[in-house]
């Protein structure tokens, strides 16, 4: 199995082709250019998603953010996902560490996850990087799933297809 930029998994491939390699690229870069111009506007509710991992790295400074040890913060706060190894919250409806006026209270540290929810997540991105291979593919119905109450979803819907015919220029360019 091919993994990008360390953790996104692309299942059925042993490696990433260099064309394949260059267009996710693009597509990481429009991503990550949506997420640097969307701050986070503190709805909280992001927070009540069912999958908030944590990945055996973070568990250390996540804990420390929560203001405990590791092994207490694993005991009290995590569950393992049989299927994929992953760490999950166990609380996410809403997430433990939301306060009540939807304020993270472990902010700073964190997991990965939180911080780069919806923009940069594989869901999302994969289907940024197939409109951009898809000439002529309008990327909006793909994104049905997203909660259109949402703030984040609104940026998103707004922007995404002026980006998503940016990066196809780019792309043609580099062909």
């Known amino acids: ?7 996104y998994i692309l299942d ?7 064309d394949m390699l260059r267009d996710l690229d693009i597509a990481y870069d429009l991503c990550q250019t949506l997420k640097d111009t969307s701050p986070c506007e503190m709805c909280g509710k992001c927070c009540h998603q069912p999958f908030i991992t944590v990945r055996d790295e973070e568990v250390e400074s996540v804990a420390q953010a929560a203001g405990t ?11 393992r996902d049989n299927e994929e190894g992953k760490w999950l919250f166990r609380h996410t ?4 560490f939301l306060d009540d006026d ?12 939180c911080n780069e ?9 994969s289907r940024v990087y197939l409109s951009i291979v ?3 593919h309008d990327i909006l119905p793909d994104l049905e799933y997203m909660d259109d109450t949402w703030p984040c979803t609104k940026i998103i819907k707004e922007r995404i297809p ?3 015919e940016e990066a196809r220029i780019k792309r043609r360019s580099m062909l």
Request: net charge neutral.
């Open 93 to 96: 409806n809403p997430c433990a």
């Open 69 to 79: 040890d590791a092994v207490s913060f694993m005991f009290q706060y995590l569950t």
């Open 117 to 125: 929810f919806p923009y940069m997540v594989s869901m999302f991105m």
């Open 102 to 113: 939807n304020r993270c209270r472990i902010w700073k540290g964190r997991p990965e996850i």
């Open 162 to 164: 002026g980006l998503i």
């Open 12 to 18: 059925g491939l042993d490696e990433i082709p260099p």
């Open 134 to 136: 898809n000439e002529g």
């Open 1 to 7: 199995m091919a993994i990008y930029r360390d953790r």
